[in-house]
């Protein structure tokens, strides 16, 4: 086992020195949507390849409009033939099955929409300081737009491989307290949609939303349940600097400190490596444009990287996952963790490399970044890490967003969990550790009430969904105690589907939301089995093997793999969790009885 964490340790160290080598361009991401011509229609994947419950998404067809009145034309066929229709983009990087049409047993009856190909329109009023664009329109290109404007959008997410219209409905943010807050749709001024409509009225209709309309409130997070979103009206700042510096330190007391961080820095974030006991503090703040300079995020998660390499660790990550080695993942944690300290995780101060803090730079390079993205087509060695063409990365990734005041109670109750044997925790800080935002209260319906912290943390998958985890019982404790006990919200666009259960009722104007889609799409069009289990919160129906994968919470072994040494149990800090835990000793008795 000692000798797994050393391979391991020596494969990333190997693939972390080799992405800076390489050129920060590589193989492109695949396309979501594969069609073969015949009968069988189209199938819809995510980016990672891979579903909540691994089954594919199969539609009829898809069609790509290039103009709204083409968006407009698609639904109103889709409605004329009374199909059902969801909006896919270019990048598909949400992991709940919400942009999956049809029903679970595929009629046949289903179609997609792709705003790939709208994404023409980029208007920029400097006079209003706003900017619309089309819903097809990636995040990096909206930024650039902006920025050559002498402007800026203040806020977006971390990873920038999302269309305009995808990461308003689902959610997406960067992180912030302070003016609007860290959510992108709390920046929306204005938003267009297209709905279904009469046949008077052409099957279809665009509607446009402004500030004042309350409907506004709906579709600004849709998770893509009204209609299909065509133009996005953002508001816009003057242009300025971000100066950032990551400080490490212990983690003794930063549930006691994170709204004081919160409050006295604009875009302010805390990593935490739980196994380390280490928080790291993101000191992020504005500054003038005649600052000193040109710094830029090149998140190390989201460089390209060898193939070879992110094969070799996968399997190095498999070996020991095989042998319960905890030691292994620890000692790679350590190495992820030195290594991302040396590097500033991907900050440079000179486009090339870092060179100590602060890092100073344009706001459009410092706010987002993902360079795995973009490629000539010409190497084809690098690519994203968890490409699902390469056997690479595979993982869960697990967002709850937290009432402010409810955060620090849910974290020391971790570290309660975390001290009966802190080595378990090494495979949280193996990926990112615990990575801690702020957004604000938010007037969109299914948006955060309250100001609110958010938690992402990423944690091994398995190739096949019948195949238990290392500590998977720790990561299932923590999961459901963030959800159950605190009344976490799941984030729209992430999580596993158990996270989802009784989400309607932590939504105060959640009816509100339901009420304005029967104004919008009464013939529930833009509806599906999938997304309506998703928004209503309804759990799989319990079967063999159900709760390794999230799609249910067991309450059975059978739930869970006993003949692998898995059962279901109490957590351990939580005891109302019912968690999936290895207990060798339990399979004798089992087959004994």
């Keep these: 086992m000692g000798n797994h964490g050393w391979l391991l340790g020596f494969l990333l160290i190997f693939l972390l020195w080799g992405s800076a080598l390489v050129p920060i361009h590589g193989m492109p991401p695949p396309s979501p949507v594969q069609c073969n011509g015949s009968a069988a229609g189209c199938i819809l994947r995510n980016s990672y390849g891979a579903w909540g419950d691994r089954k ?18 698609a639904v109103a066929q889709a409605n004329q033939k009374k199909q059902k229709v969801k909006v896919v983009s270019g990048f598909s990087h949400t992991i709940p099955k919400l942009a999956c049409p049809g029903k679970e047993d595929y009629s046949g009856n289903a179609v997609l929409i792709s705003t790939a190909k709208l994404n023409s329109t980029v208007e920029i009023d400097t006079a209003k300081m706003v900017v619309t664009a089309d819903s097809g329109v990636g995040l990096r290109d909206l930024i650039n737009r902006v920025e050559a404007a002498g402007l800026s959008l203040v806020v977006a997410p971390y990873w920038e491989g999302l269309s305009v219209g995808g990461l308003i409905s689902t959610g997406a943010h960067g992180s912030s307290w302070w003016g609007k807050g860290g959510a992108v749709h709390d920046h929306v001024v204005g938003l267009s949609l297209v709905v279904p409509a009469k046949e008077s009225e052409g099957f279809a209709k665009i509607i446009r939303l402004e500030a004042q309309d309350p409907l506004l409130n709906a579709a600004k997070v849709s998770v893509g349940m009204l209609g299909a979103i065509s133009k996005v009206k953002l508001s816009l700042e003057p242009g300025f600097k971000r100066s950032i510096t990551n400080n490490f330190t212990d983690d003794a007391h930063f549930e006691d400190e994170f709204m004081d961080h919160a409050k006295k820095h604009e875009f302010a974030d805390i990593t935490w490596y739980p196994s380390k006991r280490i928080a790291v503090y993101r000191y992020d703040d504005r500054v003038p444009l005649n600052t000193s300079g040109d710094g830029i995020n090149d998140f190390l998660g989201f460089q390209s990287n060898s193939i070879l390499t992110s094969k070799l660790i996968r399997l190095a990550e498999k070996a020991l996952e095989n042998s319960r080695s905890v030691t292994g993942k620890c000692a790679m944690a350590s190495t992820v963790l030195a290594y ?34 973009y490629s000539p087509s010409i190497r084809t060695d690098i690519t994203c890490a968890w490409d699902p063409r390469i056997n690479g990365l595979f993982f869960y990734e697990t967002t709850a967003i937290f009432p402010a005041a409810k955060f620090a109670e849910f974290i020391r109750e971790v570290k309660t969990l ?45 190739d096949n969904a019948s ?5 998977q019982d ?58 309506e289990a998703i928004l209503f919160g309804k759990e799989a129906v319990k079967g063999d093997g159900c709760a390794l994968e999230g799609q249910c919470i067991c309450s059975e072994d059978r739930h869970c793999s006993p003949e692998k040494g898995y059962f279901c149990r109490t957590g351990l800090v939580y005891k109302e969790a019912r968690v999936c835990r290895y207990s060798p000793s339990s399979i004798a008795w089992t087959f004994s009885n």
């Design 56 to 73: 594919d998404c199969r539609v009829l067809s898809i069609g790509y409009p290039e103009t709204e009145e083409e968006m407009r034309l």
């Design 467 to 471: 195949t238990p985890r290392l500590n």
């Design 474 to 531: 720790v990561w299932e404790e923590v999961e459901q105690m963030a959800f159950f006990k605190y009344g976490a919200k799941p984030h729209w666009a992430k999580n596993r589907n158990l996270a989802f259960l009784g989400v309607q009722k932590k939504y105060p104007n959640f009816n509100k939301f339901v009420a304005a889609k029967k104004q919008l799409d009464p013939q529930n069009i833009f509806s599906s089995d999938w997304s």
């Design 418 to 462: 975390r001290e009966l044997k802190i080595d378990n925790f090494c495979g949280v800080d193996l990926y990112n550790g615990f990575l801690i935002r702020f957004i604000k209260a938010s007037g969109a319906y299914l948006g955060q009430a309250e100001d609110s912290v958010v938690v992402d943390f990423n944690y091994f998958r398995a």
């Design 340 to 373: 991302k300290k040396l590097v500033a995780n991907g900050f440079k101060n000179n486009n090339l490399i870092f060179t100590g803090y602060p890092v100073v730079g344009h706001q459009g390079k410092m706010q987002t970044s993902g360079s795995c993205l």
